[in-house]
């Protein structure tokens, strides 16, 4: 008796958890209502057959329970039942096998008139390439990456030179127009996620894979990874802004073609030295920090990171939080310099400096055989030797100041930096220095680091 | 009109040959350490399985805990958050339920219900179990190398599984698929022996329709490993080979760590479909041997023939079948082609009608019956709804459109841990109820076992219930945090801390489990040879628990199926499958009308 009323309050339970619980579908953002429909079809044809078949088993343990009943009935079958039976469950499967069918047709059959835009997956972010005027994507090829061609475009293609290049995690895309969306990966497996779409595909290296969808609400959502794609996995996230035609217009005109990206104008060394005379006073005449002053190391970091750093210092995507203290030292400092032409400037008088290896300070109890493994994770976007990867949009780590590298680690720990929506970059730091559990952890990962040659 | 029980008949063949003399050992390791004797095997595997699945179950809780209450345990990073998911996965599905329902069900059942006196191989036998403990040994060395085990997922996909961006890339990797190949070649010892026993050691009268359903479901199973495994095993040599060879089966040209690798032209894909050919079938693999074992059950229990007896044997038949082409609605966004879709899809609904007629059998069975609760009882009756749960999201996933927005979220993880983890975990729990009392001769304690089931059972329903809702609102799996989405409500965290507090009160109770193993070992209530009151051959032994060559001077002569409970007219609610065809008399019509 306690089994059948167990029984029966699963059965209830789990309708009333069904109805009752504000867990479902995001609201949907995209075209595949059809999908949501067939989920509603699924749920009805199981919703019924859950209840009656198990409803069925609690009667059956309380009618026919030892003690009520005295004597089974011997019967071995019964063909009519059994055919019967046969026949509802088939009708049942082809009420929910038809429609999924005719969706899964309309989703092979991508609209002639869809638009192009290509999503490149990394370990572990995102990025995206649309067609220029030509309306044609490039060729690429795993061989063609490099720090100045992370994107593996075939420079020789001259379908390539137009194309535009969203080096960014956060994807801009007009509002009602259908999208075929073509996905690559240039290492291991990722999965392009937007759960307010409700399609998800695949990215596979060696192969284009493409799914396709239509935008019909604006907003912004998130993108995720759903293919686990090593330890940061649960960090490669992103995002999609849909907008109005003139706002997406204008967001793609904001960034470089391909072949602006390989013209990049290197600043003007000389021109940079009178800049750098004001960070000089902080950071040193040769760029080689001060801890007391809390100046880190600039001499020999990437000169693209470098430019990064002071943009977003300029326009307050770093050095806005309240506790950061000295980062908000740097927001005006950043001011002085006036356009991009003299953050070129001051960057490459940067890049002339002698590099010597900051000295270690506050790492030195620190136990790097337990950092090393901690490393691993930081070693696929930094390098495996801490020199940085323009590619993967990791700065350079060895030799540089390990205070200041702990500060940092905090600060993304603790939501200091990276939590600014326009440090597009910082965000998967926030969730890196998460894993770091402890500050022994912290430390020990930087001492490691200072032991890199 | 006279009443003729199922599958009576008085004739019984000849004996065509005589029987092999067995060797019987003379010492106590020959008895008990390097044993032949299949019983003694079966332990032995469902001891080390048993052992290698509490590793499994700890590992359970310690992923739990991370997501029920993020950042707080420190020992808990992103890289051991994916090696435990990992190691249970892998522990769960090969080395505790392939190894649990084939080695060690398999082993002790087989020969005992087919009325054999061990398996036709006792030597390779042996062999089989301890090529297995060294796949488990090998395996659990992975957590004392450097870098660990690997946390690439039990799926293992390559390129990630041997790049550095995965935990245990280096050793773990290659303990990992050299553990599979050992643990597939122990098998295939093992399984060659139980399918030619089921073909060529049944006794007389013993025909293939009237086996009871457990040696169905296990002979089955068993013919789809022999098959499925081989898939696993190339796959595990060719990314090995990938690995420390640098082939290119599965590795395309790209750039790992900012730096071009030597590979170029290879499939991750390829890898894929040689995974779940064997993947899939995989699920049967434990799926059948569970199915047969409850059907077993329910029929004891509730004292009735099983409904449909040949029904149930086809539905086994065609479920093994077209097991082996369902095996990419595991891929319906792995990027291969989607026209695909439509036929596996059409596939896998179809493969809905067998499973589901077992469904309906189970439940016929207990319509009409005369329900005794007992322990096992409870776990089938357990197993029965857990199932249909399990089954019926699986109709979700399988159906194409369907599996877009839920493939790769904690629906899957939901689904498949209703229907090929908990439901098969509850018949292992209901057999060992069921049979233990045969192995070691005394009752499991009643109080102790109703225990396990109830909070087994509706902790496990607590589990993975709501686990669902999260899939569907978007959660995806193997996040080691889920922070910093905007569609996630914090109310969503609260389902995660509830599930974690079942799940850990669920583990906790297994303990009562093992002491009540230990316990009635030694003070459990004696037995007798048959306390279910059961028909199959294995409560017809001379001696419990059986000694060597089950069966005393002559084996069993079967002249019945193995379902004559409640027969009409009959002495008893049971009649044993060797009893002879009594000169009965006509059973009346008053004699019916009581049944």
């Known amino acids: 008796m306690a089994l059948a009323i167990v029984l029966l309050l699963l059965v209830v339970g789990s309708v009333l958890f069904h109805v009752l619980s504000p867990w479902y579908f995001t609201p949907i953002a995209s075209n595949w209502g059809m999908i949501d429909d067939t989920v509603h079809i699924t749920f009805w044809v199981t919703g019924i057959v859950f209840v009656a078949v198990n409803l069925f088993l609690a009667w059956c343990v309380v009618r026919y329970r030892h003690g009520k009943v005295k004597h089974a009935m011997y019967e071995p079958e019964n063909k009519k039942l059994e055919g019967w039976l046969v026949v509802l469950t088939s009708v049942g499967v082809a009420a929910m096998l038809a429609p999924g069918l005719v969706v899964w047709a309309k989703f092979v059959d991508v609209p002639k008139d869809a638009a192009v835009v290509e999503v490149v997956g990394k370990q572990w972010y995102w990025s995206y390439r649309f067609p220029g005027a030509d309306g044609v994507l490039g060729t690429d090829d795993a061989r063609f990456i490099s720090d100045k061609n992370p994107f593996g475009i075939n420079p020789d293609d001259p379908h390539g030179q137009d194309d535009v290049l969203i080096a960014s995690p956060e994807l801009h895309l007009p509002m009602g127009k259908p999208y075929k969306a073509l996905l690559r990966s240039t290492d291991v497996l990722h999965d392009f996620t937007v759960p307010q779409f409700r399609v998800k595909m695949d990215l596979v290296p060696g192969l284009v894979t493409h799914l396709w969808f239509t935008p019909t609400r604006a907003g912004k959502f998130d993108v995720l990874c759903e293919e686990l794609c090593g330890v940061a996995h649960f960090t490669m996230r992103g995002k999609v802004v849909v907008e109005d035609d003139a706002a997406f217009t204008t967001w793609l005109a904001s960034y470089p073609t391909f072949a602006q990206s390989m013209k990049q104008v290197a600043g003007d060394a000389v021109a940079g030295q009178q800049g750098f005379a004001v960070c000089a006073g902080c950071h040193g005449a040769q760029g080689e920090g001060n801890p007391q002053l809390n100046a880190p190391k600039l001499a020999g970091q990437g000169d693209w990171y470098l430019k990064r750093q002071l943009q977003y210092f300029k326009t307050g995507a770093r050095g806005a939080h309240e506790k950061d203290t000295f980062g908000k030292m740097m927001a005006p400092m950043a001011a002085t310099l006036a356009d991009e032409a003299a953050i070129d400037n001051v960057v490459a008088y940067i890049k002339t400096l002698p590099d010597q290896p900051a000295s270690p300070t506050v790492t030195k109890q620190s136990h790097a055989a337990d950092g090393s493994t901690l490393y691993q994770t930081c070693g696929v976007c930094h390098g495996a030797g801490g020199q940085g990867v323009q590619a993967t949009n990791a700065p350079r780590l060895k030799g540089m100041s390990d205070w200041y590298m702990v500060t940092q680690l905090k600060n993304f720990k603790n939501g200091v930096r990276g939590a600014h929506p326009k440090d597009l970059y910082g965000q998967q730091m926030v969730w890196m220095a998460a894993a770091l559990t402890n500050d022994a952890a912290i430390e020990n990962v930087v001492g490691y680091i200072n032991t890199l040659k | ?595």
Not at chain 2, 263 to 291: C, R, T
Not at chain 2, 476 to 482: D, F, G, L, S, T
Request: proline share 7%; aromatic share 16%; hydrophobic share 50%.
């Open chain 2, 1 to 595: 009109m006279t009443y003729v029980t199922h599958d009576e008949s008085a004739f019984v063949p000849p004996v065509e040959v005589d029987e092999p003399e067995l060797y019987h050992a003379k010492t106590w390791i020959g008895k008990y350490v390097w044993s032949q004797d299949a019983k003694v095997i079966a332990v032995q595997y469902s001891l080390t399985a048993i052992f290698v699945g509490l590793v499994a179950l700890v590992l359970s809780g310690l992923m739990r805990l991370q997501l029920g209450f993020p950042h707080t345990f420190q020992f808990i990073n992103p890289s051991s958050y994916l090696q435990f998911v990992t190691m249970h996965g892998m522990i769960m599905v090969i080395y505790l339920l392939t190894a649990l329902f084939l080695g060690g069900f398999g082993n002790y059942l087989i020969p005992l219900m087919v009325g054999a006196r061990d398996m036709v191989f006792p030597y390779v036998n042996m062999v089989s179990y301890w090529v297995y403990l060294f796949a488990v040994l090998l395996l659990l060395a992975s957590f004392f190398v450097p870098g660990g085990p690997t946390g690439a997922g039990w799926t293992l996909y390559p390129p990630q599984a041997i790049l550095s961006g995965t935990p245990g890339a280096n050793w773990g990797i290659i303990l990992m698929l050299v553990s599979l190949a050992f643990f597939i070649i122990g098998f295939t010892m093992g399984g060659l022996n139980y399918v030619v026993t089921v073909l060529q050691g049944r006794t007389r009268g013993m025909t293939l329709m009237r086996l009871p359903l457990t040696v169905w479901g296990i002979f089955m199973a068993t013919v789809l490993a022999l098959l499925a495994f081989p898939a696993l095993f190339v796959s595990a040599i060719m990314m090995t080979l990938d690995h420390l060879l640098g082939t290119s089966f599965f590795m395309p040209a790209l750039v790992s760590q900012g730096k071009g690798l030597e590979h170029s032209g290879g499939s991750p894909v390829l890898f894929q479909h040689l995974f779940w050919f064997f993947g899939h079938p995989e699920v049967y693999i434990v799926a059948l041997p569970a199915f047969g074992i409850v059907s077993d059950l329910i029929s004891i229990n509730a004292r009735r023939n099983i409904f449909g007896y040949r029904m149930m044997v086809w539905a086994i038949l065609a479920i093994g079948g077209l097991s082996f082409i369902v095996w990419a609605h595991h891929m319906y966004v792995s990027g291969m082609n989607p026209y695909f879709g439509f036929f596996f899809a059409t596939t896998t609904l179809i493969i809905a009608v067998p499973t589901a007629l077992k469904v309906y059998n189970w439940v016929l069975t207990l319509w009409r019956g005369d329900i005794h609760l007992t322990v096992p009882m409870l776990f089938a009756i357990g197993f029965v709804f857990t199932f249909v749960n399990g089954g019926l999201t699986g109709l979700f996933l399988g159906n194409v459109p369907v599996d877009l927005p839920l493939s790769d979220t904690m629906f899957v993880v939901a689904h498949f841990h209703m229907v090929m983890a908990v439901s098969p975990i509850l018949v292992v729990f209901g057999a060992i109820y069921h049979w233990y009392p045969k192995v070691t001769g005394r009752m499991l304690n009643d109080t102790m076992g109703r225990w396990h089931f109830w909070i087994t059972f509706v902790g496990t329903y607590c589990i993975y219930y709501p686990m669902h809702y999260l899939g569907i609102l978007g959660v995806p799996r193997r996040y080691y945090a889920i922070e910093g989405t905007d569609f996630i409500p914090q109310s969503a965290h609260s389902v995660n801390v509830g599930i974690t507090v079942a799940a850990l009160i669920v583990a906790a109770v297994q303990i009562l489990f093992l002491y009540n193993l230990v316990w009635s070992y030694f003070r459990g209530k004696p037995s007798g040879g048959n306390p279910w009151r059961a028909t199959t051959l294995e409560w017809q032994t001379p001696e419990t628990p059986p000694k060597h060559g089950n069966f005393g001077p002559t084996l069993p002569a079967v002249y019945r199926w193995a379902y004559d409970y409640s027969v009409p007219g009959a002495a008893e609610d049971f009649i044993p499958q060797n009893q002879p065809p009594a000169k009965a008399a006509p059973i009346t019509p008053a004699a019916r009308a009581r049944a």
